[in-house]
């Protein structure tokens, strides 16, 4: 009896082994398994191309339809596809905050369209996508944005033509006397006194340079009177072209003066591109010729302080312009007179007497006093609450 109990025994465990077995084996039922459903938050798509850029660039905005908290709770983020095919090849854009509203795509073709689907996900799992109707980039040929400033332009270039037009008619502009013009002529007369040269430099910039251009039109009024006092104008050039205009302009105004025969070339010439052995070689010519006046008219940079402190040890009349703000607090403190920024425009327009350049000028002039005026207009209109004024020139 006790062997038949065993057997039993051994019997029903192998039975409910065998049962176990074939109940973990077979598969689960997939359809019983509760599955994660996301409904889209996101809806009105709309794409469209952007304005006032150069093309290249689709703005994507659309709207949630529930409250930022409860995007933050249910949802991690938005996702982005974009394909060229309306039904296939979509790639992954841009991964956005689950607040973002809006989003700027660049770096597209202009002419090609573009389809989009957005969806909202949270972890691995994504809603529906929301599509639209699809986008085309292009660039526009004007920025609507800037028309205040496309106005003011407009303006300006009328005022400049009348003025040139009024100075090319013999009418005589009024220029603000500005001290280091009016001391040009005692420099080189003192110069002449002393019978000692005249040093010209005209900095560190290229002939395309506007205080450049500047620096020429003053080297023709300081030739023309070395030339009629016989006084001696050294030009050394840290520019090879500069150097080429600095000679014309030079024996330019020694003709003009009527006495060619006093231009030597050989006082404009060409030193070396390097800034600081360029500048040892300016203040050695100071040194051994025992220059009388020094101008430094142009650009300048480290060395302005350099240069300005050698003629000062020098004794020298020194008159320096140039439109490099930093440098200007150097040169006041070691020269006579100093055109600052813009008076060295001036300055040129003053000595040249050229219509092209007093037109200009005073319409400068004319368009800083309005831009005045209206920055006055617009403060006060602010105040009182009336903004679109403000508005209007906002071109950002």
């Not at 006790?2 to 082994?17: M, T």
């Not at 008159?319 to 607090?329: E, H, K, N, Y």
Request: charged residues 15%.
């Amino acid at each position: 009896m006790r062997i038949g109990f065993k057997k039993a025994a051994l019997a029903a465990v192998a039975v409910v082994c065998f049962a176990w077995t074939t109940i973990l084996s077979q598969p689960a039922d997939s359809s019983n398994t509760p599955s994660i459903v996301l409904d889209n938050p996101l809806i009105n798509l709309s794409i469209s191309d952007k304005p006032n850029d150069v093309g290249g660039t689709l703005m994507l905005q659309w709207v949630s339809t529930i409250s930022d908290n409860a995007i933050k709770k249910d949802y991690d983020g938005i996702r982005i596809y974009r394909s060229l095919y309306a039904d296939s090849a979509y790639e992954l854009v841009a991964t956005l905050p689950a607040t973002a509203t809006g989003y700027e795509d660049g770096g597209l073709v202009d002419g090609l369209p573009y389809y989009y689907k957005i969806v909202a996900f949270k972890g691995d799992t994504e809603t529906p996508p929301l599509t639209g109707q699809p986008g085309i980039a292009s660039g526009q040929w004007f920025h609507t944005g800037r028309i205040p400033i496309l106005i003011i332009m407009i303006i300006f270039c009328a005022m400049a033509v009348i003025f040139i037009s009024k100075a090319k008619g013999g009418y005589t502009f009024y220029v603000r006397p500005i001290a280091g013009i009016n001391a040009v002529d005692e420099a080189i007369g003192r110069a002449t006194e002393m019978g000692r040269p005249i040093l010209y430099v005209p900095g560190l910039g290229s002939a395309a340079d506007v205080a450049t251009i500047a620096a020429f039109t003053i080297l023709a009024r300081v030739a023309k009177k070395t030339a009629e006092y016989n006084t001696r104008v050294i030009v050394p050039n840290y520019d090879p072209v500069v150097m080429t205009v600095c000679q014309e302009v030079v024996k330019e105004a020694y003709t003009s003066a009527g006495k060619p025969d006093l231009y030597d070339s050989k006082d404009i010439y060409y030193v070396t591109q390097d800034q600081f052995p360029y500048t040892a070689a300016v203040n050695g010519i100071i040194l051994r010729e025992r220059t009388a006046t020094n101008f430094y008219m142009g650009m300048f940079y480290a060395e302005s302080l350099v240069l300005a402190e050698t003629g000062f040890v020098a004794g020298s009349i020194q008159i320096a312009g140039t439109d490099q703000l930093v440098q200007i607090p150097f040169f006041v403190c070691a020269c006579d007179f100093v055109l600052m920024g813009e008076e060295l425009y001036a300055a040129s327009a003053y000595l040249s007497k050229e219509p092209q350049q007093l037109g200009t000028l005073k319409a400068q002039d004319w368009g800083k006093v309005i831009v005045v005026a209206l920055i006055i207009i617009g403060t006060l209109l602010s105040t009182i609450g009336f903004t679109d004024f403000a508005l209007w020139f906002n071109v950002g």
